[in-house]
């Protein structure tokens, strides 16, 4: 399996200003594959630690922090010279032991030279139980540590799993004329990719036999897992109902039928309030779980300056595992553009939010107040310090000029539109196809694309 993960994985490696790497993500992205892999094919050796359930590494750790004793320990247990540079410290399921966390500063003090990659699931979320249990034993390692953030598999990325390398690299740099060529194929990929998702178990389920519901098994099992996590991480017995609750509220708001796809406490529970759920959202935010797109009441720079906390949207982490959550059957990939109508294009929506996430991108959203005007913007965000509107369209059509009046209002100089028509460009709009996601914003910046055929605003 290709990850685009692994170009930053080795720009890691060969920096002079490498500090240990956190890898994080939700379970299942494919965390401990990806540094396994990473790590036979750069270094010779690689010493694995997993925490989980390993009593025998946590004492070790609760112990003195100091480098080298630690390099000595890792050695004897795994059967490697850590010392060497060769060998690469790969420290996993770190959630499970806190105190390793804090080691991460030790080894970027005391011995930089050695490689240490350590990755884990619900990093805040362990750090801070720990923190309750024994006041300040255990602190983040700020500013002594670099990050990398894994997702579920972008489009591209399952493209290229499926079989279609040159494909997949025609998406991944948007070339535009490959893509014209191939629209039709890439279409076809792209209801695929809604059903199957991008959880690598699932991809490889897929991949291997063709077969639907051998991807959705996985799927379901994946969704149960993510439920007993609840309870296995929080204590409190209301916590986790009313985390269970706001998971279960999550694809359901999504799959509402209305133009405003607003969180809302009170859909979650009749009579819910912030107050009580609030705690739930961080939780779930935490995890990986799901991807938190907060409201801005203006297109201003920074947009983080201009986010309005009280308001924002919630989108899975995958959109397999929405329509896993939601039913949807396999029937309506031979449906025509059923599947990209369903529920008001709400998989679209899933599909580019998790796309410009996988990118490294940092999306927000605008709503007018309601009071004296109306209207939406799917998502907002800053490329190359502008701020830059992105209306997200199911299919094919185009209808509607609530983004041109949002751009005339605000006196902005481009916006975006994902929908299924080609990639093209006019003065101050650029059209990119939804399958062609993972080359924005590179597209955006291109001064070249075809002009012709205008769109329609």
């Known amino acids: 399996m290709y990850r685009n993960a692994m170009i930053k994985l080795l720009a890691w490696s060969d920096s002079p200003h490498r500090k240990p790497l956190i890898v994080n993500g939700a379970r299942q992205v494919g965390k401990t594959w990806l540094v396994l892999t ?112 894994l997702h579920p598999l972008s489009f591209d990325e399952f493209v290229r799993e499926i079989g279609n390398s ?73 916590e986790v109902e009313r985390i269970r609750q706001t998971w279960h509220s999550v694809p359901v708001q999504l799959a509402r039928e209305s133009d405003l796809r607003r969180f809302s406490y009170a859909s979650v529970r009749e009579g819910g309030r912030g107050r009580d759920y609030r705690d739930a959202v961080a939780w779930l935010v935490d995890a990986g779980l799901v991807t938190k797109i907060p409201r801005v009441t203006k297109p201003g720079i920074p947009l983080k300056g201009y986010a309005d906390e009280m308001y924002f949207k919630l989108y899975l982490l995958d959109i397999g595992l929405l329509g896993a959550a939601t039913g949807l059957e396999p029937r309506v990939l031979v449906e025509g553009n059923r599947l990209f109508t369903e529920y008001k294009g709400v998989y679209a929506e899933q599909f580019v939010c998790q796309q410009l996430v996988a990118g490294g991108a940092v999306p927000y959203y605008w709503s007018a107040d309601g009071k004296q005007k109306k209207g939406e913007v799917d998502f907002l965000l800053e490329v190359a310090g502008c701020p830059v509107p992105v209306e997200v369209k199911a299919g094919e059509s185009i209808a509607g000029g609530s983004l041109a009046a949002f751009v005339r209002d605000y006196g902005l100089g481009r916006a975006a539109r994902f929908s299924l028509r080609g990639l093209k460009k006019q003065d101050w709009l650029v059209n990119v196809p939804l399958y062609a996601a993972n080359a924005f914003p590179d597209i955006l910046e291109r001064p070249n694309i075809s002009h012709n055929m205008p769109l329609r605003t």
């Open 166 to 238: 040159a494909l997949a690299e025609a998406v991944s740099q948007g070339d535009a004329d490959l893509i014209s060529v191939f629209s039709e194929r890439l279409t076809d990929l792209l209801r695929i990719y809604y059903y199957v998702g991008g959880m690598p178990e699932a991809v490889c389920r897929y991949s291997e036999t063709g077969d639907f519901a051998a991807a959705r098994a996985v799927q379901q099992t994946l969704l149960a897992d993510y439920e007993h996590d609840f309870s296995k991480h929080v204590e409190s017995a209301l």
């Open 38 to 149: 990473f790590g036979a094919n750069r270094y010779d050796s690689v010493a694995h630690v997993v925490f989980l359930e390993n009593e025998d590494m946590k004492r070790a750790f609760a112990g003195s922090l100091d480098a080298d004793r630690l390099l000595t320990i890792i050695g004897a247990a795994t059967g490697t010279n850590p010392r060497d540079g060769r060998t690469l410290v790969f420290l996993d399921e770190i959630q499970e032991c806190p105190r390793a966390i804090t080691a991460l500063k030790m080894f970027c003090e005391q011995r930089p030279d050695v490689p240490v990659v350590a990755a884990g699931s619900l990093l805040g979320v362990a750090l801070n139980r720990e923190r309750e249990k024994d006041g300040d034993g255990t602190s983040w390692p700020v500013g002594k540590v670099d990050y990398l953030d």
